[in-house]
């Protein structure tokens, strides 16, 4: 591109106004829950409460607008859960807006269920074997099998109650006929910075959304809280 020295589509977005923005983001949750912009917070938050209801969840996705075939494609974001030990989240990039009460994709034990049909993300289940951040791809309904799920699990580096982490996935193009490197982080409270990097299996050119979201593991209300979302895309 040597027409303009701006290389990326980036939005930043740390939630200062009174509602969320509908022209940018989908917001749903079950119902009996809230997904808002939280009233009076310093420095604008997104909030998200379900109900006592198992496998209530909710979902911020942005707008279904990105590609990774345009060259590099990252997703920041920064959040916290109230309560981890009945809890799954998500927090990447999907091929849907919206998913009925459930994530793009979540895993109990060792096993995935995978409601989008295209995503990638940072999964966390208190269900999972391994009860640890993990990365996860899908495409068109295949789930990735390599490398294997324990090259995948981020050991040691789990939610903690009501305490903020910044996560980020990125996806790399590797050109026509290759499927995206997908290179994950996670930043916890005392600065730690635990990373995971492997090629996907999505096809490149396939709209993505940056997608945000939370589930009920059991019985138990859970509040997700966003500080800030970051989505840059190269410009093409």
């Known amino acids: 591109m040597l027409d303009s020295p701006k290389g990326f589509v980036r939005t930043f977005d740390d939630f200062l106004g ?73 927090i990447g990039f999907s091929d849907a807006t919206t ?20 995503a990638v993300g940072l999964c966390y ?8 951040w993990t990365g996860m791809s899908v495409d068109t309904d295949v789930d990735l099998s390599s490398p294997p799920l324990a090259d995948r699990i981020f050991t040691g580096c789990a939610p903690v109650a009501d305490t903020y982490q910044t996560f980020v996935v990125e996806l790399q193009d590797q050109g026509s006929g290759k499927s995206p490197i997908c290179e994950m982080s996670i930043t916890d409270d005392a600065g730690r910075i635990y990373s995971k990097r492997f090629q996907t299996n ?35």
Request: charged residues 15%; negative net charge.
């Open 99 to 118: 998913e009925a009460d459930l994530l793009p994709m979540s895993i109990a034990g060792t096993a995935w269920t995978t409601t989008a049909s295209t």
């Open 18 to 90: 009174d509602t969320i923005n509908t022209d940018m983001y989908v917001a749903t949750i079950s119902a009996g829950g809230t997904l808002a912009i939280t009233a009076q917070q310093v420095n604008g938050t997104v909030q998200g409460t379900t109900d006592g209801t198992d496998e209530d969840a909710g979902l911020l996705c942005t707008g279904l607008i990105y590609k990774p075939s345009n060259g590099t494609l990252r997703l920041e974001v920064r959040a916290k859960i109230s309560v981890i030990t009945t809890a799954r989240m998500f």
């Open 202 to 236: 999505l096809t490149r050119d396939t709209l993505l959304c940056g997608a945000v979201g939370f589930q009920n593991e059991g019985a138990v209300a859970h509040t997700m809280t966003i500080d800030y979302i970051e989505v840059i895309n190269s410009r093409v």
């Open 125 to 132: 289940s208190s269900a999972a074997t391994s009860a640890y």
